[in-house]
């Protein structure tokens, strides 16, 4: 007579078991990618969705305008629009006027508290014409569209997650984008995290069919250089080469030229020693940066990559060369993971256990903040809808564990500046705990990925692709962005 196995045994069949390469995706998905046109899908929920979605930035826009930011010193109580402020209108306005955002003129000249770190100038082009505008409507116009990008990367995830063009399915996932932590913080601060997000992702979906379309969203993403490295090094792995070949390309081209424009604005002599004084302004602005509270691994409650808790329970102060030593400790294995699954033929894409891999690397392999976790709502969705592969193969019980750790720090109070001040208690192993929780969660996924992920098929032959070729996300989601 048969017995059942134990709870641990079926456990490990379940976790050993949730990628089977070889099933065919669900018919639902090929029908609703087959419809080009959109489709309301649930009417009662599209209401509610939209009238939700409409409350909550309502409200956000209040919480602006009660804790308005009046340019200049930095007030902790006084927070709304610091970031559109002091990371994009000024910074904007000064490369236009050729004085360098990275120096002490800039800080002189505009009402900021102190230069910006090295984002890439180009996306300050990107964001100069904002710069013809007076502030107050520079702030309506920017409001607007991080709402009309929360709407496009809601459809993209919608799409992703098995329910293309459908308006109930993108405003539910919008309004449950607004109510996370980083989403708030992400409109109320006005900062360009969503276009940072949304490029990620098409960077994503497009690097293995479209390399030009990827190239110009890696472009973006280069803005800021611990999201494109990550992110290149992980494409590399998936086998995307041309797509960042093409987007390293473009990327110089939209850094250089801007500056070469501030460089010709600063001081007297040849370009060479106009550009070393930039040189100069960038790593004087990144010291400064690092030595902000806020920003330092040791006292940041908002960093979610593993370094800042290694740093926080160690006392550490790491530099930049420390930074990217356990980036590239942290990227080999799941970029080995990545190079399995392509020399097997395998790659789910963007909504798949390919992109949730790269996606959670890239937050805990190098500095990154707390509204960078929106990037786990697209693979939190996918695995909610478990509409796809692997996903629709996994077990309630493993998805359901994947999903709590993309969860908390989407949804952690605890490591807030406003739980923080009102509990000021928390301090040495307390505080440690408290603000490195979302850092713990995110590695724990990382590595429950990387086991997930490891491909069970034999390394493909040329001939074995060609017969496992509806095992890759083009030929099974039949969506489009």
């Known amino acids: ?36 046109k959109w489709r309301v899908g649930r009417p009662a929920v599209a209401l509610s969705a939209g009238l939700l979605l409409s409350l909550t930035f309502a409200l956000t826009i209040a919480r602006i305008v009660v804790q308005y930011q009046t340019p200049g010193p930095f007030d902790a109580s006084k927070q709304g629009l610091c970031d559109f402020h002091n990371g994009v209108y000024f910074p904007a306005m000064s490369l236009v006027s050729g004085i360098s955002p990275y120096g002490q003129d800039y800080v002189a000249q505009f009402p900021v508290e102190r230069p910006i770190p090295f984002f890439s100038p180009g996306i300050l082009v990107l964001h100069a014409p904002l710069t013809w505008l007076p502030l107050h409507a520079a702030e309506a116009v920017f409001t607007g569209i991080n709402l009309l990008l929360l709407l496009w990367i809601a459809g993209v995830i919608a799409s992703q997650a098995g329910w293309p063009h459908r308006l109930d399915a993108l405003l539910v996932i919008a309004f449950a984008m607004s109510v996370t932590r980083s989403g708030h913080v ?90 070393q004084i930039l040189l100069d302004q960038i790593a004087e602005t990144q010291a400064t940066h690092r030595g902000q509270v806020d920003e330092s691994p040791f006292f940041s409650w908002t960093r979610l990559d593993l370094l800042a808790v290694i740093a926080k329970w160690g006392n550490l102060n790491p530099g930049d060369a420390t930074h990217l030593g356990v980036m590239g400790l942290l990227l080999a294995g799941p970029m080995w993971v990545l190079h399995r699954r392509r020399k097997s033929g395998i790659d789910d894409g963007l909504g798949g ?53 993309m969860f908390i720090p989407l949804f952690n109070v605890l490591s807030t500046r406003w739980f923080l001040m009102k509990f000021d208690g928390f301090s040495g192993p307390a505080f440690g705990v408290v603000t490195g929780v979302s850092g713990v969660g995110l590695t724990v996924l990382m590595v429950a990925l990387s086991v997930l992920g490891w491909p069970r098929r034999p390394i493909a032959t040329p001939s074995m692709l060609n017969e496992t070729a509806g095992c890759s996300e083009s030929a099974q989601s039949g969506d489009s962005l």
């Open 1 to 36: 007579m048969a017995h059942p196995p134990s709870q641990s045994k079926s456990f490990i069949l379940a976790w050993s078991s949730t990628v089977s390469e070889s099933a065919s995706p669900p018919d639902r998905i090929q029908r609703n990618a087959e419809t080009a």
């Open 186 to 275: 992400t409109i109320f601060n006005g900062y360009f995290t969503l276009e940072l997000i949304l490029a990620t992702f098409l960077a994503i979906h497009w690097g293995d069919r479209s390399p030009w379309k990827a190239a110009v969203a890696l472009a973006v993403v280069s803005a800021k250089p611990t999201y494109i490295l990550p992110i290149g090094f992980l494409l590399l792995a998936r086998g995307n080469r041309k797509s960042l070949i093409y987007g390293a390309a473009i990327s110089v081209v939209m850094a250089v030229l801007p500056l070469l424009w501030l460089a010709s604005h600063q001081g007297d002599g040849d370009i060479a020693s106009r550009f």
């Open 353 to 405: 256990l390919t992109g949730a891999l790269i996606l959670v690397t890239s937050l805990v392999s190098v500095y990154h903040q707390s509204y960078d976790a929106l990037l786990l709502v697209l693979p939190a969705t996918a695995v909610i809808a478990a509409l796809r592969r692997p996903w629709s193969l996994m077990s309630p019980t493993t998805r359901g564990f994947l999903l709590a750790l």
